[in-house]
Nanobody, 114 residues
Framework: VQLQASGGGLVQPGGSLRLSCVAS????????LGWYRQPPGKQREQVAI???????NYADSVKGRFIISGHNAENTVSLQMNNLDPEDTAVYYC?????????WGQGTQVTVSS
């Protein structure tokens, strides 16, 4: 099983990025999917979740700016990030979650700076 995240980079405040995570050896259809992030010097935190039934949940800090999508034919989960703020700077991780297991991607760096 492997989750490969991509799409990170350097962006100016107010800009946008789209993160994607593709799975191999795992069918996303049966898992809740999510994005977490770890800012410098801080603990990892949940950003957005989409359940296998399609329900979404967002951290208060990203509501209205980020959109999670997934459970598609391409077996990917994506995070559209708009109106980015320096506080969004972090390593972003995708995850596929089931009651007794979780599979994490390797992380992709997002830096928001002018």
């Amino acid at each position: 099983v492997q989750l490969q995240a991509s799409g990170g980079g350097l962006v100016q405040p107010g800009g946008s990025l789209r993160l994607s995570c593709v799975a191999s050896g795992l069918d996303f259809s049966f898992y809740n999917l999510g994005w977490y992030r770890q800012p410098p010097g801080k603990q990892r935190e949940q950003v957005a979740i989409i359940t296998s039934g399609g329900r979404t949940n967002y951290a208060d800090s990203v509501k209205g700016r980020f959109i999670i999508s997934g459970h598609n034919a391409e077996n990917t989960v994506s995070l559209q990030m708009n109106n980015l703020d320096p506080e969004d700077t972090a390593v972003y991780y995708c995850v596929a979650m089931a009651p007794r297991s979780a599979y994490w991607g390797q992380g992709t760096q997002v830096t928001v700076s002018s």
